[in-house]
């Protein structure tokens, strides 16, 4: 017996660092919470593998997966306690209830992979009513926590205090309560923000407006003029458009390969230093172009394009980024707000412009938000998306505040390419017009 026990444990040290952590739990359990907030998640659906918005009692299916994958009792559970222990009762109140529930169908059936039951979730649940201002409801799932444990003297001190404040209240028998979702203080624009999430990119009145339109474009130069590049018009203040097919699958697949052994949390500039946030949830890594002949080639096509010269230090090294389930980067700038910014290093001024590249689909969700300009733009695999974030008085242009919507089902890879001020003096001149 005691050779199976040391091979089992040699075998378990084996895999162990393939395997979750608390902290790979607990982000899961974010990013579902994120995407209940942001999409209007219904947790019942959620639960059983489905993604329906709730608006009243109007229920509207988002996505329909080729395939249910439900949840458990005790993964509910799990997402309900990461929200108590974090105090947050709004989150917590109907992911505890879910698991209530779905114990209560199964009580009495001995699941190995387990970790809570019936009694854990009605207690938590118990508490987390109670701290919302809910006594009744925390006071009912309390006397029924006893009929599974007569023996807990906790509860059964609850029960006797949730007992006394309704008789000392009697109002408190039929109230409910109203729990406020958690607010981001820094994010002032999130009801326009999840409303263009929520559109999944749809701009169904774009082709009633002229302006808009669709070319094939060479910019006048010789590199693209056997293969010139299909440009779409998505808006022109800020001035915003969406080159197709820019990469082929096999480049990139390519860059994806080249970026993954490199992939790291990302981060965002924090007055003079590089940190991780909440509210850019992400991996990155960056490529310089000698890694491979492929980077260089991309370099070319992106400068004969853009008529911008993106060679190093005037243009930052390519980033990839990989966006997971519930991966989301917050409304944010691209260019330096603050002249302390770290942008600045490269003694080339602000970034003057954006060339992001869509290396993957997405099943549902993803899309790039301008929060302002009010549009959203959905992730097409392949294209690139091309913005101006200076204009030409070298002044900050507030209209490009955007945002990457959480990703709702699938896997979202982007390659961004930086453009800086300095280099493109001739190529983009500067005006004394603000407007320009």
Known sequence: MKGNEVALKDGYEKV??????????????RALMRLQDVYMLNVKGLARGVFQRVAGSAVTDLYSPRRLFSLTADDCFQVGKVAYDMGDYYHAIPWLEEAVSLFRGSYGEWKTEDEASLEDALDHLAFAY?????????LSLSREFLLYSPDNKRMARNVLKYEKLLAESPNQVVAEAVIQ???VPHLQTRDTYEGLCQTLGSQPIHYQIP??????????????LLQPIRKEVIHLEPYVVLYHDFVSDMEAQKIRGLA???????????GEKQLPVEYRISKS???????????????????????LDVQPPYAE?????????????????????????PLYRMKSGNRVATFMIYLSSVEAGGATAFIYANFSVPVVKNAALFWWNLHRSGEGDGDTLHAGCPVLVGDKWVANKWIHEYGQEFRRPCSSSPKD
Do not use: M
């Open 181 to 183: 979702r958690p607010n």
């Open 260 to 270: 993954e052994p490199w992939l790291q949390r990302s981060v965002v500039a924090s």
């Open 211 to 224: 302006s808009l339109y669709c070319s094939y474009e060479t910019n006048s130069s010789p590199y693209l």
């Open 317 to 341: 090294y390519l980033q990839v980024v990989n966006y997971g389930i519930g991966g989301h980067y917050e409304p944010h700038f691209d260019h330096a707000t603050s002249p302390t910014s």
């Open 130 to 138: 109670f701290q919302a201002g809910n006594v009744s409801c925390a």
């Open 16 to 29: 162990e660092q393939d395997l979750p952590a608390f902290e790979d739990v607990e982000g899961a359990a």
């Open 285 to 307: 890594a960056w490529l310089k172009d000698t890694v491979d002949p492929l980077l260089v080639n991309l370099d070319h096509r992106i400068g004969a394009l853009t008529g």
